[in-house]
């Protein structure tokens, strides 16, 4: 019989020590702008260093040696006086480094204001199914530390009380947006609530019917046209809003209209409820943009307007010219007007030839058509007359 051996192997048990070699307190610490901070930096035994070889740094930059004082020999203590509001989000990175630059703690500090009442709470509504709102930050808005904003709301004489949860931020304005069961006929109490580590406020409360702030997508499907050899005049015609046909209402429009080089708008206020409009007094020979918007009102007998909606997209046409009529001549004339007809004509065949099929496109609305498109491609504009020119 063969003897068995057995033989033991001792492998030693490494021990993985979950002992900090240094602690900073306080940690991680909210603090008002302008306000002073002592921290301490405690040794552990096992380092076997003296705390006064260490030295601070705040967001990388070393803290002068006159703001620290040795408390014991474990412990190093360093006072900030002033402080400004934290660069970061994630706080000011205060730090405690050995005297070979080690890192050995560090604590974030949140330096900054409790929020401001938010401001200019506006709602509106589209098509009476959904809800959003917006608003401002109070006073100067930067908090340098993190804030949360909560949009709220409940029926006003009954209903537990609600928040948004879509919410979306830009240029110091936020907004919230709430898709679904919105009451009709029972006002609404909305209001907007700040709160951060060192503070919070609350905006005013802002009561409202849905019925009193509903707006629409802009009139749809506008058409500008000529009016027969009529050179001062223009018929705008649109379609109602997708929208507003589900629902009982009453709606107004406005138009606006303005010559293809100018920044300046005219007004057309006194359309009512009608879907089209004749536009008069108008230059001859003349590119114009046109835009409508509407806005609902005597929605299920409520009697306050709803709120405008956006401009639709420009639309353009031209009015006739009183010398092409007459004359009906295309001899050229001498002169820089005629030299800048040409320049447009050679322009306005060539983008003919990439975007009309034979002769049957070719018309006064499609030159109407080629200068939007010059008016909203400036920069290809002057390339091509930089390369007519050449």
């Given at each position: 019989?063969?003897?068995?051996?057995?033989?033991?192997?001792?492998?030693?048990?490494?021990?993985?020590?979950?002992?900090?070699?240094?602690?900073?307190?306080?940690?991680?610490?909210?603090?008002?702008?302008?306000?002073?901070?002592?921290?301490?930096?405690?040794?552990?035994?096992?380092?076997?260093?003296?705390?006064?070889?260490?030295?601070?740094?705040?967001?990388?930059?070393?803290?002068?040696?006159?703001?620290?004082?040795?408390?014991?020999?474990?412990?190093?203590?360093?006072?900030?006086?002033?402080?400004?509001?934290?660069?970061?989000?994630?706080?000011?990175?205060?730090?405690?480094?050995?005297?070979?630059?080690?890192?050995?703690?560090?604590?974030?500090?949140?330096?900054?204001?409790?929020?401001?009442?938010?401001?200019?709470?506006?709602?509106?509504?589209?098509?009476?199914?959904?809800?959003?709102?917006?608003?401002?930050?109070?006073?100067?808005?930067?908090?340098?530390?993190?804030?949360?904003?909560?949009?709220?709301?409940?029926?006003?004489?009954?209903?537990?009380?609600?928040?948004?949860?879509?919410?979306?931020?830009?240029?110091?304005?936020?907004?919230?947006?709430?898709?679904?069961?919105?009451?009709?006929?029972?006002?609404?109490?909305?209001?907007?609530?700040?709160?951060?580590?060192?503070?919070?406020?609350?905006?005013?409360?802002?009561?409202?019917?849905?019925?009193?702030?509903?707006?629409?997508?802009?009139?749809?499907?506008?058409?500008?046209?000529?009016?027969?050899?009529?050179?001062?005049?223009?018929?705008?015609?649109?379609?109602?809003?997708?929208?507003?046909?589900?629902?009982?209402?009453?709606?107004?429009?406005?138009?606006?209209?303005?010559?293809?080089?100018?920044?300046?708008?005219?007004?057309?206020?006194?359309?009512?409820?009608?879907?089209?409009?004749?536009l008069a007094g108008l230059q001859p020979g003349t590119v114009y943009f046109v835009q409508v918007r509407c806005n609902p009102v005597g929605i299920f007998g409520s009697r306050k307007a709803g709120i405008w909606s956006d401009w639709s997209h420009p639309t353009a046409a031209s009015t006739p010219s009183s010398e092409q009529l007459q004359s009906g001549s295309c001899d050229p004339k001498s002169g820089e007007q005629n030299s800048t007809l040409r320049r447009e004509l050679k322009q306005f065949f060539g983008w003919v030839r990439k975007h009309a099929y034979g002769c049957g496109g070719m018309s006064m609305k499609l030159y109407d058509q080629?200068?939007?498109?010059?008016?909203?491609?400036?920069?290809?504009?002057?390339?091509?007359?930089?390369?007519?020119?050449?």
């Amino acid at each position: 019989m063969i003897p068995i051996v057995l033989v033991i192997l001792l492998v030693p048990r490494v021990l993985f020590s979950t002992t900090h070699v240094a602690v900073i307190s306080p940690q991680d610490p909210f603090l008002l702008i302008g306000s002073s901070l002592t921290a301490t930096c405690t040794l552990s035994p096992e380092l076997g260093v003296h705390a006064s070889t260490l030295y601070w740094t705040l967001n990388g930059a070393r803290v002068s040696s006159s703001a620290y004082s040795v408390v014991s020999p474990s412990v190093l203590s360093v006072t900030l006086h002033g402080l400004s509001g934290s660069q970061q989000r994630s706080g000011d990175n205060l730090v405690c480094h050995g005297a070979d630059g080690r890192v050995l703690a560090g604590s974030c500090l949140y330096v900054g204001m409790p929020p401001e009442k938010p401001v200019n709470l506006t709602c509106w509504s589209r098509n009476t199914k959904d809800l959003s709102c917006r608003w401002s930050l109070g006073g100067q808005g930067e908090t340098h530390v993190p804030t949360k904003y909560t949009l709220k709301y409940k029926l006003r004489w009954h209903g537990k009380e609600k928040e948004c949860d879509n919410y979306s931020t830009g240029n110091e304005r936020y907004s919230c947006y709430i898709p679904r069961n919105i009451a009709l006929f029972t006002p609404y109490e909305i209001w907007v609530e700040a709160t951060n580590q060192l503070g919070s406020a609350t905006s005013d409360i802002t009561t409202l019917d849905i019925l009193d702030v509903v707006t629409t997508d802009p009139p749809a499907n506008v058409q500008v046209n000529r009016v027969g050899e009529l050179e001062d005049q223009l018929t705008v015609r649109w379609a109602i809003p997708p929208e507003l046909k589900d629902i009982l209402f009453q709606a107004k429009y406005q138009i606006r209209y303005r010559l293809e080089d100018s920044a300046d708008w005219k007004l057309v206020d006194d359309v009512g409820n009608l879907t089209s409009c004749r536009l008069a007094g108008l230059q001859p020979g003349t590119v114009y943009f046109v835009q409508v918007r509407c806005n609902p009102v005597g929605i299920f007998g409520s009697r306050k307007a709803g709120i405008w909606s956006d401009w639709s997209h420009p639309t353009a046409a031209s009015t006739p010219s009183s010398e092409q009529l007459q004359s009906g001549s295309c001899d050229p004339k001498s002169g820089e007007q005629n030299s800048t007809l040409r320049r447009e004509l050679k322009q306005f065949f060539g983008w003919v030839r990439k975007h009309a099929y034979g002769c049957g496109g070719m018309s006064m609305k499609l030159y109407d058509q080629w200068r939007v498109w010059l008016q909203k491609s400036q920069k290809t504009r002057k390339q091509i007359l930089q390369e007519d020119n050449s």
